[in-house]
C-alpha cells in the first residue's frame, strides 16, 4: 500500500484524537482519506481532516518583505526545496485483528503513515459483502456494501434537500433488494410514491416479473374491516359521536358501503338530531373520497411478497387527507399482518415523508402519523422497516425521525433542517455537519447503525431504467403536457 508520509510532532499533536503528518514527495492526499499506522495494539485508523502547505523562508513578515524588495524570494532563496504538505489527521479508532476500540494512545512522531487495506477499511466501517451496495469510499476504491439488518432494521431516513438525489439513491437501493438471492433472504417491498417515479420498475425488464404499481384511484378500503373507531380518526368526531357511529356499524351486516351506514343513521327515529346531522356530514365527507367500499382492494397478498416490489403510485391524487387515510391504512394492515406472521418482513418506502409524519399538526392533519410513529417503535422486533424519505427533515416528526437508527444525507443547506438532523442523530460532529452543504449530487454522508463510523461515500450509477425525473426538462414539459390535459378539470376544482 502506498506510503503517505511521516508523524510529525507540532505543538498539541501528536495526541490521542488526533496528529499530524508530513506528506511524502510522491504521495496523492486528500481530505477526507482515510490513513493508517501500525501500532502496539494494531493499526490506528484516521480520517484526513484538513492539508496545509508549509514553508519557513515565508514566516517572517519582515524579511520576506525586505528581500521582495530587491529581488523575489524564490530568486534569493531555494524557497521551492522548503515547501512542504502537511496533513491533520483525526483518529478514528484502532483495529486490533478482532476488534475495534478507542485509540487511547498517541502515535509517535517519525511514524509511518500509509494507505490502509481494502479489506481493513471494509472491516473498519463493518461492510457486508452480502449487503446493499450503494457506491464507494470516497477516495477510495473500496465499495460500500451495508448489512441489510443494520440498514434497515431500526428504520432508515434518506434525507437531502430537493434535487439532490433521494429517489435516485432510493430507487437504487430497491434494485439491490430485489436482485437479492432468496437463501440471502428476500424482504416484501412497498413503495408510498407520491410522485410517480418508482413505476419505472414495472416497465423494466429486468424488474417488472417482481413489481407492481397501484394508483391511489384504484385502492379501495373494505368497510367491513374496520371499527367504528377507526373510521372516526378519520374524521373529527367526538366520545359521544363515535359510539354512536359503532353502534350502527356493529348493526351491518354482510358487505355493505358508506351509503348504506348513511341510511341506517336517516332511519334511525330515536336518533339526537344533532348527533344525526354531525354523522351524515362526517360520513358524506368520507364517501366523496371515494376510497371506502365493501371490500379491500388490492388484497393483503398482492401488497406484500418477499423479493417483491409494490408501488402505490399517488401522483393521480391531490387530496392529501386521501394519501393520508390510504397510507394510513395500508400501513395498520401491513403492520398487523406482519405481527400474526401472515406476511413476510417488509420495508415500507414513504416519499415526501413529512407530509405524512408531520412535525407540528393538528391530529385531523396527520392522519398517518400515530401508525407510521408505531412502527417506527416497535417494528424491529416485528421486522417492519421503514424507509423515510423527506427535502424538509424540519418538518418530519422528531419522534419518528430519532427512531431511524441509519441516516443518509445527501446535500442540504438549509440551516434548519442541519440543526435538527443534528438533533436527532447521535454521532454527527459540527465538521461533518459544515460539509453536508457543500455536497455535490451523487455523494452521501451515511451515519448510524449501518455504519461503524460517520462515511462520505459516492454513490454509484444504477442498474436499471431511470425514473423520468431525470429526463430534460424540455421532454418532461411536453409530456407533462400531455398527461396533465385530462386532469385540468381536477386541478381547477381543486383550486
Ligand atoms: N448518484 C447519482 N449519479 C448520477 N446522477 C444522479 C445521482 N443521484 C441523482 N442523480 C440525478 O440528479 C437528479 C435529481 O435526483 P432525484 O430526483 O433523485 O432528487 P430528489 O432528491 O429525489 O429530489 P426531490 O426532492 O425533488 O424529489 C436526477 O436527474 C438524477 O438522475
Ligand atoms: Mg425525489
Known sequence: MQEYGTVISTIDSPTTRKFSFVVGKNARVRRGQFVEIAVDDGKLIGRIGDIRKTNRYFINPESVNNVEKNVGMSEAYPTWEWEYLVADVVSLGVYTGKS????????????????????????????????????????????????????????????????????????????????????????????????GEYAAFSQDKSYSGRSRVFYTSEMQIGLPNLSGGQIAEF????????????????????????????????????????????????????????????????????????????????SDTINLKKKQIVVSYLAKKLFDARRHGIVSPFLLVVEEAHQFAPERTSRE??????????????????????????????????????????????????????????????????????????????????????VNFPLFVRIRRRKGKESSAGMPLEKAAIEYMNKVRGKVKDAKAFA
Do not use: W
Open 100 to 195: 475495534f476500540q478507542d485509540a487511547d494512545f498517541p502515535p509517535s512522531p517519525g511514524d509511518s503513515v500509509r494507505e490502509p487495506e481494502k479489506d481493513m477499511l471494509q472491516k473498519f466501517f463493518g461492510f457486508d459483502p452480502d449487503g446493499i451496495d450503494v457506491g464507494s469510499i470516497k477516495h477510495h476504491d473500496v465499495a460500500v456494501s451495508l448489512n441489510m439488518t443494520r440498514l434497515l432494521q431500526k428504520h432508515l431516513a434518506i434525507l437531502a434537500m430537493s434535487g439532490a438525489g433521494k429517489s435516485y439513491l432510493t430507487g437504487l437501493i430497491l434494485e439491490e433488494l430485489l436482485d437479492r438471492q432468496p437463501e440471502k433472504g428476500q424482504i416484501g417491498i412497498v413503495v408510498i410514491d407520491t410522485h
Open 235 to 314: 374524521t373529527s368526531l367526538n366520545l359521544v359521536q363515535t359510539r354512536e357511529l359503532s353502534k350502527y356499524m356493529s348493526r351491518m351486516k354482510g358487505m355493505f358501503s358508506i351509503t348504506d351506514i348513511m341510511d341506517a343513521v336517516e332511519e334511525d327515529k330515536k336518533a339526537n338530531i344533532k348527533t344525526k346531522e354531525v354523522l351524515l356530514s362526517a360520513l358524506e365527507s368520507l364517501r366523496k373520497l371515494g376510497i371506502f367500499s365493501s371490500s379491500d382492494y388490492p388484497p393483503l397478498d398482492e401488497i406484500c411478497q418477499a423479493g417483491r416490489l409494490t408501488v402505490v403510485d399517488m
Open 365 to 450: 392533519r396527520a392522519l398517518s402519523k400515530g401508525i407510521l410513529q408505531t412502527i417506527a417503535r416497535e417494528g424491529r422486533k416485528f421486522h417492519s422497516s421503514l424507509c423515510l424519505i423527506s427535502q424538509r427533515p424540519v418538518h418530519l416528526s422528531t419522534t419518528i425521525l430519532s427512531q431511524c437508527n441509519s441516516n443518509i444525507i445527501l446535500r442540504i443547506t438549509n440551516p434548519y433542517d442541519l440543526k435538527h438532523i443534528q438533533e436527532s442523530s447521535e454521532g454527527i460532529s459540527k465538521d461533518v455537519v459544515d460539509h453536508i452543504s457543500s455536497l455535490q449530487v451523487g455523494n452521501a454522508l451515511i451515519v448510524g447503525e449501518a
